[in-house]
């Protein structure tokens, strides 16, 4: 795991934004692994001004997201959709058709999660996956206690991961109470991937998946075994942290 300490959450922002341009120069035709929440609208924002400035094209880019909450439409101002869409995806030339989240209104959710799994598949798999992290370690909505194994699932969200999102919402009454998200199997399969914290918040967890054993009670340990994850960190989310036996850049 190669964890580069930053500054700054700008900071952090530029850098994995730069990574992510790299990527679609070096193969047009990318598939990109997305999340949502905090951590990652400044990159989102630099994308966009990157697009608008060096026209770096998305035409021949598909993209993949980590999750959806169940029973939340595109038309939804809380669902993942439509935060994809007004953050990114009507800023870039990317065809709609090719950017891709579950369908958390799917009537049958478990034909949704192996049609999702088949589309991955059909894509070639995730070149690069950008990942946040929870402050309880889940990646994805993959919560302590999920098994390495699953592959694209139905989440229970757990009460501190709802009240952690009713930020968004107008009380924590309206915050689903399911999701459905990849499987920590279905994130370890993507050929790259970039882990992006910032912020005391996230301190617990960091130092955890760097300095802690890999287990299911912390989701994303599993990325100690992948053999290309990079950690963009800030100094805050990497306060409680003695990093050993990890390489460690500037
Ligand atoms: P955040 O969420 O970026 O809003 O902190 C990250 C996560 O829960 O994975």
Redesign the pocket.
């Known amino acids: 795991m190669n964890v580069v300490e930053v500054d700054s959450y700008n900071e952090m922002s530029r850098k994995a934004s730069e990574l992510i341009v790299k990527k679609i120069k070096e193969n047009t035709s990318s598939v990109l692994g997305l999340?949502t929440?905090?951590?990652?609208i400044r990159v989102y924002q630099m994308l966009i001004k990157d697009h608008l400035v060096n026209g770096t094209s998305y035409r021949e880019v598909n993209t993949i997201n980590l999750d959806e909450y169940v029973g939340l439409g595109s038309s939804d101002s809380n669902s993942y959709r439509y935060y994809m869409n007004e953050n990114l995806f009507t800023h870039l030339d990317i065809p709609q058709e090719q950017s891709h989240l579950p369908n958390g209104m799917a009537t049958n959710r478990k034909e949704e999660c192996v049609k999702y799994e088949e589309l991955i598949g059909e894509l070639g798999g995730v070149d690069l996956q950008l990942?946040?992290?929870?402050e309880n370690g889940?990646?994805?909505f993959n919560e302590p206690g999920t098994s390495f194994r699953s592959k694209t699932h139905v989440v229970k969200l757990m009460e501190s991961?709802r009240k952690?999102?009713a930020r968004y919402f107008s009380s924590l009454d309206s915050v689903p109470t399911h999701a459905v998200t990849m499987g920590i199997d279905t994130i370890f399969r993507s050929k790259q991937i970039l882990l992006l914290a910032s912020g005391m918040?996230?301190a617990a967890a960091i130092d955890w998946l760097l300095n802690g054993e890999v287990s299911e009670d912390l989701p994303a340990s599993i990325l100690k075994k992948h053999n290309r994850v990079t950690v963009i960190a800030d100094k805050d989310a990497l306060s409680l942290s003695k990093v050993s036996g990890i390489t460690f850049t500037k």
């Open positions: 999340a929440g905090g951590t990652v990942l946040g992290i929870g889940h990646i994805g991961t952690a999102n918040k996230k």
